[in-house]
């Protein structure tokens, strides 16, 4: 009858065994920053797309000649969004869309509506 003689150290394999799932854990916290990052950032660019549409509206508001120059927030909207543009259709209401790129492909839009 052979008896075994347990070492206090730990072998080779539970080493190994240990340092595989200390990697699946550190690379699932650096995909969470990731997208954590991609949201951080889409929201900064929706905050900017909105602050963009409401001066345009508070413009139009204020200018009594009607709606405000499209091109001057067009050129103004590509300066501060990712290919940033601005429509504004005048009515019985006030439209303002600004839409930019969001990703590599896709396009975003927002639309604020509001009295002349």
């Known amino acids: 009858m052979h008896l075994r003689h347990q070492s206090p150290g730990m072998t080779l394999i539970e080493v190994l065994v240990a340092l595989v799932l200390l990697s699946i854990g550190l ?3 650096g995909s969470l920053q990731l997208d954590s990052l991609r ?6 660019v929706h905050s ?5 549409g409401q001066e345009v ?4 508001r204020a200018d009594s000649s009607g709606a405000p120059d499209t091109s001057a927030w067009s050129a103004r909207a590509a300066r501060v969004l990712p ?3 601005v ?3 005048s009515g019985a209401h006030l439209q303002v869309t600004v ?5 590599e492909s896709s396009r975003a839009r927002m639309a604020l509506e509001g009295a002349p």
């Open 99 to 103: 839409s930019w790129r969001d990703g």
């Open 48 to 52: 900017r797309a909105l602050a963009l």
């Open 87 to 89: 429509r504004i259709d």
């Open 57 to 60: 509206l508070e413009q139009a």
């Open 83 to 85: 290919s940033g543009r």
């Open 27 to 29: 690379l699932a916290l």
């Open 39 to 44: 949201s951080v950032r889409a929201a900064g």
